[in-house]
């Protein structure tokens, strides 16, 4: 059996190992990127700590892995018929497809914002606006006087605390004064963190004003170009508007709307299996399951799929997936962060140390155990010239 994996994130490297654990067939792992992105840290390498705990090259993840290839490629159609992916350098014959791509930023049709916001969803944003930060502080000797977060949701908590400190360091340590310096989050929800409890949103709230970074709920950002943002009719001065909000699924399957049946808000349905289509899965950010769009429930669905495909192929009883709530956990700043898991949860130096526990399961999820200690050890160690 020849299962060909498009995607190579969380769901999709994970989906790669358990197949080939179980010695089920040959896999060939598909990315438009020669490496695995630890979404959950970009905040973090985004303001100044060691890129290799949000980077990890795809090719070191399978080495020795004699039942995984690896190619860069990128998927632009796909033959069901002829059970075939098509892609930009050439084709791929499959007996299993599993399609875990991810999703793409949306920017709800705000003006100027696509053009002229940072964000620190890919690797390239992630530089750019680090050499932004740090442009205006080594070279030009100065710092914005406003730094607007557009989206309260965990990345742009997350930012913000990781903002907050890595604008003090850098000032201290290049030496720049700073006069009256602000973080903005500007959420158009009626609070932050709305997809988790009320208890999260009024416990990290307190966490961020206790740090000076200034909280905007019920507020629409308008527009934006080079030199400010206007909020709710009001033009505040800025050369540094982070955007953190809006998802929309990959366009790859509204592209082939033929193949699969769409939910309103773009994502796939699958049946019990996590099938959407004959012998084609497509699991994480895609489909509609509960609690997917996060790290471990991607890793959960992949493990599911590889176990069922072992199962069919050795013709014994293939139970349904059943979805199971994650912790969520927010970091706010050093040594703080929120946890939550059913009704229960932690903030502060303990909601911190359960998070990066959990940050070290996922790694270990993913590499072998002295590679992904590496990487979990990586988050302490600032990058040389941060």
Do not use: C
Not at 136 to 147: C, Q, T, V
Not at 236 to 259: C, K, Q, R, Y
Not at 347 to 353: E, I, K, R
Request: glycine share 8%.
């Amino acid at each position: 059996m020849h299962t060909v994996i498009v995607g190579g994130g969380f769901a999709g490297v994970k989906a790669a190992l358990e197949i080939s654990k179980r010695n089920i067939g040959k896999v060939t792992l598909i990315s438009d990127e020669d490496h695995f992105l630890h979404h959950a840290t970009l905040y973090a390498t985004a303001t100044g700590r060691n890129m290799a705990e949000s980077v990890v090259p795809l090719n070191e993840m399978f080495a020795g892995d004699k039942n995984v290839t690896v190619v860069q490629d990128r998927i632009k159609s796909l033959d069901t018929d002829r059970k075939m992916v098509v892609g930009d350098k050439k084709s791929y014959d499959y007996d299993k497809l599993i399609l875990a791509i991810g999703s793409v930023t949306t920017f709800f049709g705000i003006s100027g914002v696509a053009k002229n916001a940072f964000g620190i969803k890919t690797l390239d944003e992630v530089k750019e606006f680090n050499g932004h930060i740090k442009s205006e502080i080594i070279k030009n000797r100065r710092l914005d006087k406003n730094y607007v977060i557009i989206g309260a949701g965990a990345t742009g908590i997350e930012l913000a605390g990781a903002l907050h400190e890595y604008l003090e360091h850098l000032s201290t340590v290049h030496q720049v004064h700073r006069p009256n310096i602000k973080i903005t989050i500007v959420e158009a929800a009626p609070r932050i963190l709305p997809r988790l409890s009320k208890s999260a949103s009024r416990v990290v709230s307190k966490r961020l004003k206790d740090m000076g970074i200034k909280i905007l709920v019920n507020h629409k950002v308008e527009a934006l170009n080079k030199d400010y943002i206007t909020i709710q009719g009001k033009k505040v001065p800025t050369e540094t508007a982070i955007w953190t909000s809006g998802v929309a699924n990959n366009p790859f399957f509204a592209e082939h709307a033929d193949l699969f049946q769409l939910a309103p808000n773009g994502r796939v349905e699958v049946n019990q299996y996590l099938e959407a289509n004959r012998d084609i899965f497509v699991l994480g950010d895609n489909n509609t399951v509960k609690y997917s769009g996060m790290a471990w429930p991607a890793l959960n669905q992949a493990t599911f799929v590889a176990k069922h495909l072992a199962r069919t192929k050795a013709k014994q009883p293939t139970p349904p997936f059943k979805p199971t709530q994650p912790p969520s956990g927010i970091p706010v700043g050093s040594n703080w962060a929120y946890i939550e898991w059913r009704g229960m949860y932690a903030a502060g130096l303990t909601g911190h140390l359960i998070r990066r526990k959990m940050e070290l399961h996922g790694y270990k999820q993913l590499l072998p155990k002295s590679i992904a200690i590496a990487a979990w050890r990586a988050h302490d160690i600032p990058e040389i010239d941060a």
